[in-house]
C-alpha cells in the first residue's frame, strides 16, 4: 500500500479515535459498549445517565442509592448521580418497574443474574490497569463434576511464561465469587488478571496460578450442605483437576484458598477444617451469618479450641480483611475475629474503605497475593 | 464424613438436580441462568416466556418475530412463540418500547450490545455438545496494536495436548465474527472450542489453533478503510503476535482465514488479496454488498481477472456458503458466485437451512474445518 494512503489511514484512525475518547464534559465509561455515550463520568465522578424510552413511565437507575431519570421532549430520561466512588460497581437499570441491564453497558454476571457495571477511574487504580508488562492469561475449562454429575466451567490464570518450561512447578491460589456470582467474578469485574500481571511485573507476588471456580452447587450456598457439596467438588474434582493439568507444585505449602462474601465463608468452612490442603487461608468482606448460620459458627469454633494449635502451626497467613463499617459483613467478622482472639488463632486483619463492593475486593487481593508463597 | 452423611448429601444433591431439570411441560433452556424457570422450552420447540412486570404496559419478545405478551392478574406478562429452529437465537425483550436483554437470560455480545440468547435443543446438535472427549481450550489474550493505539483482546483455542511438547507446530484458523458481534462471538455463541474438540476427537480435522479476534476498528466495518484497518490489524499485529507467542507451523499452507457475514467481507477483502498469507477462506453468509460495495467489489473483480490462476494455485480452499434463500446474504452471496464463475475462480459452495444465524454459522465451522491443512 502506498505511503500517502497509510498517511491518510492513520488520520482516519486518530479521528475515530479522537472522537470516541473526547467530550467536553467528561469521559465515557470503560465499561460502556463499543459507541455508547452514556453513561458519561464527569470529572468529579458524578455520572450521567440517559436512556431513549419515549414510551416508559418511569425509568430509575440503582447504584445502591436510587436516582430517578427524567424525561425530556424528545422521550430521553437523564439522570446525573452524586459522585461515585473509586472502580467497579453493579447497577441496575428499571424500566417501569422491572430490573434489568442497562443496553449501554457491558454486562457481569453478579446479583443472580447478568448485570450492567460501571468501572470508575481513579487515581489509585494503576494495580488493575492494562499496561506494558509480561501478561498471563485467563483460560476457560470444561470439567466433569461426579459431585454435580455435570459439566462444569472454571477460569485460570496462567502467568506470563507459564508453560515455557515443563520443569517448572506452581504454586495455586484458589479464590471465590461471592453469593449471585459465578467463575467469571474474579475474571472480570475483579480483573485478578492485571493485578497479578502488575504484581508479579514489580516482583510484588510471586508467579501463580489463579483458579476460579464456580462455588454455586445444586443446593442453596449458605447452608451446610452447599458448603459440604463445594468442599467436595474442591476436593474430588476441581483441586485433582487443576494437579493433573497444570504444573503445580501440589502441597499444601504451595496452595492458598480464598473468597469473598459467600466465598469467604466457603473458605472458613473448606480451608480452616483443611490446613493439611491449604497453607494460606483469605477471608474477603465475610464471617460466619449470625445467628443464621451459629451451629456451624460454634462447630467451627469448637474444632479450633481443640485444634488452634495446629491450625497456627499449618497456616502460614489466615488473611481477614473488610470493606470498613459500611461493608454488610463488618459485625460478622468483628464477631469472629473475636472469637479468634479468644481462641488465640492467629490471623492478619486489614481494613479498606469502600462498604461491601469489588473495588474493596479488588484490593484484598492486591495485599493479600504478595503475602502468598514465601 | 460418615458415608451415612455422605450417602444423605448425595440424595440431597440428587433432588436439586431432578428439581433443575424436570419440568412436565419441557425444559428450560440452556442459556437461562442459574434457577431461572423461563424460558422454557416445550418438547415441539415452542418456547414459553414469562416475565413478572406489574407496572409496565406493554411487554414484547423479539425472535425475528415480534410476540406481544399478556399479563394476568398478578402482573406476570407470558407468550408462547411459534415452533423454534435448532441452536442458537438471539432475542430481545421490549418493555415498554426499550429494547433490552431478558434478565432470565445469559448475554451474549450481539445486535451491537449485551443481547439475550437461547439454545434451542435438537437431535443434530451432538457436534456441538459438551462430552467426554478430550477438550481443548479457550485462552482471553490481551495485546497491544499499534493500528489503533489502544490494548485490544482476542479469544484463542488451543487444542488438546497443547503446549505438552514444545517441537510439535499447528496451523491456525483465524476466524472472525459478525457486524455487531465482537471477539466472543465464535468463543460463546460459535460453540467453536467444542465444535473442534468434537471433530479432533473423531479424526475429522487436524488439531489446530483458533484464533478470535476483534475485526470492530475505530473506523466503521464496511466501508474501505474499516477493512483496510483490520487488514492491517491481522497482517501488522493479530498474526505476528500469535505466531511469537504460540507454537505456529507459520506458513501460507497452515494458515486459514474465516469469518461470517462481515467477517466474510473482511476475508474477502484481508484473504483473496493475501493468497500469499492464506491457502484456506472461508465465506459464511457474506459477499460484496451490492449496490453500496460495488467499488470494492469491482476492484476486486477486477484484480481476480488478472490474478485468477495466481489465487486458484494458491489456494487450496475457498469455501463459500450460505443459510439458503432466508439468509440476508443469499443474493449478493450469488452475486458474487456468479462473478467467480466468469472469471473462474475456483471455490467449493455449501448450503445448510436457518438464513443468517448462529445455527448456520457453526454447521459451516463444521463442514470448514475438516478441509483444513490436508
Redesign the interface.
Known amino acids: 500500500?502506498a505511503n500517502k494512503k497509510n498517511g491518510l489511514?492513520l488520520v482516519?484512525?486518530?479521528i475515530?479515535?479522537v472522537a470516541?475518547s473526547q467530550n467536553p464534559q467528561g469521559v465515557v465509561a470503560a465499561t460502556n459498549?463499543?459507541?455508547?455515550k452514556y453513561p458519561l463520568i464527569l470529572p468529579d465522578h458524578r455520572v450521567v445517565f440517559s436512556?431513549?424510552?419515549?414510551?416508559?413511565?418511569?425509568v430509575e437507575i440503582d447504584l445502591g442509592k436510587k436516582y430517578d431519570l427524567v424525561k425530556d421532549a424528545a422521550g430521553n430520561w437523564s439522570a446525573t448521580t452524586d459522585s461515585i466512588g473509586e472502580g467497579f460497581h453493579y447497577y441496575t437499570?428499571f424500566?417501569?418497574?422491572?430490573?434489568?441491564?442497562d443496553?449501554?453497558?457491558?454486562?457481569f454476571?453478579g446479583m443472580?443474574?447478568?448485570a450492567s457495571g460501571i468501572e470508575i477511574p481513579f487515581k489509585g487504580g494503576d494495580y488493575y490497569a492494562?499496561k506494558?508488562v509480561p501478561?498471563g492469561?485467563?483460560?476457560?475449562?470444561?470439567y466433569?463434576s461426579a459431585?454435580?454429575?455435570?459439566?462444569r466451567n472454571l477460569y485460570i490464570y496462567t502467568p506470563p511464561g507459564y508453560?515455557q518450561s515443563s520443569n517448572q512447578k506452581y504454586p495455586v491460589l484458589y479464590i471465590l465469587h461471592g453469593g449471585g456470582e459465578?467463575e467469571r467474578g474474579w475474571?472480570m469485574q475483579g480483573k485478578a488478571d492485571l493485578i497479578l500481571d502488575n504484581l508479579i511485573a514489580e516482583k510484588k507476588a510471586k508467579p501463580m496460578l489463579v483458579v476460579m471456580p464456580d462455588a454455586?452447587?445444586?443446593?442453596a450456598g449458605f447452608g451446610e450442605?452447599g458448603l459440604?457439596?463445594f468442599e467436595?467438588e474442591m476436593e474430588s474434582t476441581i483441586m485433582p483437576f487443576v494437579d493433573k493439568n497444570y504444573n503445580t507444585e501440589n502441597t499444601a505449602k504451595s496452595r492458598a484458598l480464598a473468597g469473598l462474601s459467600m466465598g469467604g465463608i466457603n473458605t472458613l468452612y473448606t480451608g480452616l477444617y483443611h490446613t493439611n490442603l491449604f497453607s494460606y487461608l483469605g477471608v474477603f468482606s465475610s464471617g460466619w451469618i449470625v445467628p443464621a448460620q451459629n451451629e456451624l459458627a460454634n462447630a467451627q469454633y469448637q474444632f479450633l479450641a481443640s485444634n488452634g494449635k495446629k491450625v497456627n502451626d499449618d497456616l502460614r497467613v489466615l488473611f481477614v480483611s473488610d470493606g470498613d463499617k459500611d461493608d454488610i459483613a463488618y459485625r460478622n467478622c468483628k464477631a469472629m475475629l473475636a472469637k479468634f482472639d479468644l481462641l488465640k488463632i492467629n490471623y492478619t486483619y486489614y481494613e479498606y474503605p469502600g462498604g461491601h463492593t469489588w473495588p474493596v475486593w479488588r484490593n484484598d487481593l492486591l495485599h493479600f497475593a504478595p503475602l502468598l508463597f514465601r
Chains 1, 2 share one sequence.
Open positions: 500500500m489511514l482516519m484512525l486518530l475515530g479515535i470516541r459498549i463499543r459507541n455508547a436512556i431513549r424510552a419515549p414510551d416508559a413511565r418511569r437499570l424500566i417501569d418497574g422491572v430490573a434489568v441491564a443496553p449501554a453497558s457491558e454486562s454476571y443472580g443474574r447478568m492494562l506494558d501478561h492469561e485467563i483460560s476457560i475449562k470444561h466433569y459431585v454435580t454429575g455435570s459439566w508453560g459465578d475474571a454455586n452447587m445444586p443446593v450442605q459440604k457439596a467436595q
